[in-house]
């Protein structure tokens, strides 16, 4: 069974910083690449960063410069330091394989809520 276990979301104040991790497990996570979605209530699910395989990154206009998306192959676990955050960042964020979106399942999310 496919399982994307994302964690490490909270409320944080403008400006601060989260880590999110996303424990995957019911395939090869290695050989295929990663994303970070988030999606607030009443919009479509966005692509935030991604990673390839061989590591290549690329981000959302609205991530680049303040989200780093990396990974770890041997724990199957892939990650996403947030820093500078900004109310506009709270959502629901979510780890998937772009590759694999109508295969499997979403997991549950963690919630980012950015506020003082």
């Keep these: 069974q496919v399982r994307f276990v994302e964690s490490g979301g909270g409320l944080v104040q403008p400006g601060g910083s ?3 991790s996303c424990a995957v497990s019911g395939y090869t ?3 295929y690449d990663m994303g970070w979605y988030r999606q607030t209530p009443g ?3 966005e692509l935030v960063a991604r990673i390839s395989v061989g590591g290549t990154t690329n981000y ?3 991530a680049k410069g303040r989200f780093t998306i990396s990974r770890d192959n ?3 676990t892939l990650y996403l330091q947030m820093n500078s955050l900004k109310p506009e960042d709270t959502a629901v964020y979510y780890c998937h ?4 979106l109508s295969k499997y399942s979403w997991g549950q999310g963690t919630q980012v809520t950015v506020s003082s």
């Design 43 to 45: 919009k479509q699910r």
């Design 60 to 62: 959302a206009d609205s």
């Design 29 to 31: 996570f290695s050989i």
């Design 74 to 76: 041997a724990k199957n």
């Design 97 to 100: 394989a772009p590759g694999l």
């Design 18 to 20: 989260l880590r999110l």
